[in-house]
């Protein structure tokens, strides 16, 4: 062999020992990588949020009010309602504690969940395509039908949801709560109206003072609410098609994305509350005759059926 033969020989050798080599430190950093981070992930979410709250013995829980699902005391600041009533029984069985941490404006409940601030929303809320994009819920524990309310006096809508989807939204002014499902409503549905937008903590009967002083032509409530107001202010709104809701929501705890042990155990108590009749009699408790709350059927049927 000469020495060119010999030279591109160990050229050769060198360059394949060379490749190998390259490439046995690259797969052992890769593994140091992920091990590095596998290690990091585990002592950050080395539990499900599950196992937390069973280990804690508490579910951290905030809430919105928005009566007949949460009410507010405005002396004593306590807070009761149908949801709040139906997560302490829940966690009561499943032998936890409630730890009500904190009022959160409805623009803000996802990003508290993300933070791990709190580890449901405890007061309820509507389901909806927007809301599920950054969060998972639980099972309903009913469904809510939302109006259509204007003033008493205002004759434009006299064949109900048909006039108003006829009419030329530019037109329109529609108070809102910013993040609300009011704000949703109108975006979708008619997104060139004028929105008339109120703070994220307001209450629900301030859109129908808007509409009532003529500072908006609609806006979009559950009955329950309406009727409140109504009752303190009789003759200045009403439902411009009071047999066909605008939207029904599935009404429903909230909880972080992802938390698929957590909402399963919640589902499950949830259900045990009613299947026992707990939520019917917590629903008659709090709004009783009121024909807006959709009841959860039961998942069954007798024999005679």
Avoid at 82 to 95: G, M, P, S
């Amino acid at each position: 062999m000469n020495i060119e033969k010999l030279k591109l020989v160990n050229f050769k050798f060198y360059s394949k020992n060379f490749n190998l080599f390259y490439w046995g430190i690259s797969i052992i950093m890769i593994t140091i990588m992920l091990s590095c981070q596998k290690t990091q992930n585990s002592s950050t979410y080395g539990i499900s949020k599950k196992e937390q709250i069973l280990q804690e013995g508490k579910i951290r829980s905030a809430y919105a009010i928005y009566p007949p699902a949460s009410v507010k005391d405005p002396n004593s600041g306590e807070i009761s309602g149908i949801f709040i009533d139906v997560i302490e029984e829940a966690a009561k069985n499943l032998d936890l504690k409630v730890d009500w941490t904190e009022e959160v404006p409805w623009g803000t409940m996802i990003e508290g969940l993300k933070n791990n601030r709190y580890d449901i929303i405890g007061s309820g809320v509507w389901a909806n395509a927007a809301r599920a994009r950054g969060a998972d819920f639980t099972i309903p524990i009913y469904y809510n039908g939302v109006g259509v309310y204007v003033r008493a006096n205002d004759n434009r809508f006299s064949e109900g949801l048909k006039s108003l989807h006829n009419m030329d939204p530019k037109n329109l002014k529609i108070a809102i709560i910013d993040g609300e499902m009011a704000d949703l409503i109108a975006r979708t549905d008619f997104p060139d109206a004028e929105l008339v937008s109120l703070p994220q903590l307001s209450e629900g009967t301030q859109l129908l003072l808007e509409v009532a002083s003529g500072k908006a032509d609609l806006t979009f409530v559950q009955p329950f609410t309406a009727n409140e107001y109504l009752a303190a202010n009789p003759g200045s709104v009403k439902n411009i098609d009071p047999g066909r809701p605008i939207r029904i929501f599935p009404t429903v705890f909230m909880i972080k994305e992802g938390e698929y042990e957590l909402k399963r155990m919640l589902d499950i108590a949830i259900e045990e509350l009613i299947n026992s009749g707990f939520v019917d009699r917590t629903i008659e408790k709090y709004a009783p005759k009121d024909l807006s709350f959709y009841r959860v059927d039961y998942p069954y049927r007798s024999a005679e059926r």
